[in-house]
Nanobody
Framework: VQLVESGGGLVQPGGSLRLSCVAS????????MNWYRQAPGKERELVAA????????EYADSVKGRFTISRDNAKNTVYLQMNSLRPEDTAVYSC?????????????WGQGTQVTVSS
């Protein structure tokens, strides 16, 4: 299983970025997909989540109204559109594939992509 993120970079406050995460080696449409972030010295935070079929989304309060998670099961890809970025959004963003089957959790992680919001 491999998850590969892309789209991170340096952006000014108020700017936008779109992160992508391409999955391979798993039945993508069977997995809920999540975006996490971790800033230096802070705990990892769940930013956004989307169900396997894409019918339901959840967001951390800190990003509601600014970030949008979406997925394309035909392309095995999950996206995170980030608008109105703030310096406090600076972190390494990682995608996670999750499913529970027969009482067992399956979790896979990407390597992460750096997002830096600074003027």
């Amino acid at each position: 299983v491999q998850l590969v993120e892309s789209g991170g970079g340096l952006v000014q406050p108020g700017g936008s970025l779109r992160l992508s995460c391409v999955a391979s080696g798993l039945t993508f449409s069977s997995y809920a997909m999540n975006w996490y972030r971790q800033a230096p010295g802070k705990e990892r935070e769940l930013v956004a989540a989307i169900t396997s079929a894409g019918g339901s989304e959840e967001y951390a309060d800190s990003v509601k109204g600014r970030f949008t998670i979406s997925r394309d099961n035909a392309k095995n890809t999950v996206y995170l559109q980030m608008n109105s970025l703030r310096p406090e959004d600076t972190a390494v963003y990682s995608c996670n594939a999750h499913r529970t089957r027969v009482g067992r959790n399956y979790d896979y992680w990407g390597q992460g992509t750096q997002v830096t919001v600074s003027s």
